[in-house]
């Protein structure tokens, strides 16, 4: 199965909603980028990793993920241990609310590195982790070792085709 087809497949998909949220003083140090990269990069961890592991994949839930952007400042000292976490990019991925049919739960990346103008490749890297993180979270099935070895294989010529920097209509960031 093609990466365009999990892509594809995912548009039709509302069992996933992810909202991306950055501050309106970050607007000039957050890369935007298109929403499309955004379900690339989900519909591959779920081809990967939901589908064929058969995680969340046929339960009653809608999960909404929101992930904040935001830039690390010197006087950020703690950070929830993350797997994936370097010395200037820490995520965050608390356990879920639940209400009903739903699932809720907010991600952070905050990074030092973070730039209006850095590498596609490299924010692209930092959605898969975050995303990554949240369902390392949740299963025993997986380990860390699996979604750093597929990290490998993102199609950065498939993300590179979406313009960048992307607008803030294409991003469809949520700018509070």
Known sequence: ???NIGYDKLAMNQKFVIDINIEKEECDI???VSYEVV???WGYIEEKFLVPEK?????KFTYHFSIVIEKMEEEDVFFQENCFNTEKTKYLTPKFSTSKESRYTTL???SGELSKDMDIRIF?????NVLSSIVLTYTQKL???DFVREREYLDFNFISTFPYPASIESSKYIIE
């Not at 995680?55 to 339960?59: H, P, S």
């Not at 692209?124 to 898969?128: E, N, R, W």
């Open 108 to 110: 952070f990346i905050t």
């Open 143 to 145: 380990s860390i070792d």
């Open 39 to 41: 379900k690339y990069i």
């Open 124 to 128: 692209s890297c930092m959605l898969y």
């Open 30 to 32: 957050v890369p935007f």
């Open 1 to 3: 199965m093609s990466l």
């Open 55 to 59: 995680i969340w994949i046929n339960d």
